[in-house]
């Protein structure tokens, strides 16, 4: 399995402020894919980070609210811009898993923002 | 109408006991499915995929009726560090996942 980390682990920020956390997989992946976890809820799409091509946004998700970067196969950022406290969630990044077609999952990125 | 379905919970059940969480998922066309375990405060992870001609692992039993549209997972002998929340999770074009919100379990001593 992949081994991915994430920076940030968490932050509390205060609204108006935009925050990037970064994705970093231990080897090379063509998909990367952004989570959000509100509190008590369940994961949702945001987009799909392609190396060499821009984001693809999910329905309710748009660009300037949350721009993402992917630099290479092994990185990805992920910005969360203009916060409000309805933006307060867990973050994670994922990755294919190969032959299983399941997911990994970083360890998250847990957002308050005041 | 949300594209993968469970009961919240919890499910409060002793040591040793056998418990059973079931999914509904509304896309007839999906392609894999997944249980994952999420426990407090941590990412999900990978417990099991889920076969049509079902498939177990251990003290984990999980089973798929796609003419139902559901998937179940059942564990046996239920053990203290079975405490967590299960997500159950649909895969279409092998690249876009849809995620349960969750089934609670707490074993209790």
């Known amino acids: 399995s992949a081994v991915i980390s994430q920076k940030p682990s968490r932050d509390i920020c205060q609204r108006g402020t935009s925050l990037t956390i970064q994705c970093q997989v231990d080897?090379?992946?063509?998909?990367m894919f952004w989570y959000r976890q509100q509190p008590g809820q369940s994961l949702t799409l945001i987009a799909t980070?392609?190396?060499?091509?821009?984001?693809?946004?999910e329905s309710g998700f748009v660009i300037d609210k949350f721009p993402i970067s992917r630099p290479n196969l092994t990185f990805s950022t992920l910005t969360v811009s203009n916060m409000s406290p309805e933006d307060s969630s867990i973050y994670l990044c994922?990755?294919?898993?190969?032959?299983?077609?399941?997911?990994?999952f970083g360890p998250g990125t847990r957002l308050t923002v005041l | 109408r949300k594209e993968v379905e469970q009961d919240p919970g919890p499910f409060n059940v002793p040591e040793g006991a056998t418990v059973a969480f079931n999914c509904t998922y509304s896309?007839?066309?999906?392609?894999?499915f997944f249980w994952y375990r999420q426990d407090c405060r941590k990412e999900p992870k990978l417990l099991m995929s889920?076969?049509?001609s079902g498939n177990e692992d251990g003290r984990f039993t999980a089973q798929l009726n796609r003419a139902s549209q559901y998937i179940s997972l059942l564990i046996r002998d239920s053990k203290l560090s079975d405490s967590a929340t299960y997500l159950c999770?649909?895969?279409?074009?092998?690249?876009?996942?849809?995620f349960g919100s969750g089934t609670k379990l707490n074993v209790k001593p």
């Open positions: 994922s990755v294919p898993g190969g032959s299983t077609d399941t997911q990994y």
């Open positions: 080897s090379q992946v063509t998909m």
């Open positions: 980070a392609n190396q060499g091509s821009e984001a693809t946004y």
């Open positions: 896309n007839s066309a999906s392609q894999s």
């Open positions: 889920v076969y049509s």
């Open positions: 999770v649909v895969g279409y074009n092998f690249n876009k996942f849809y």
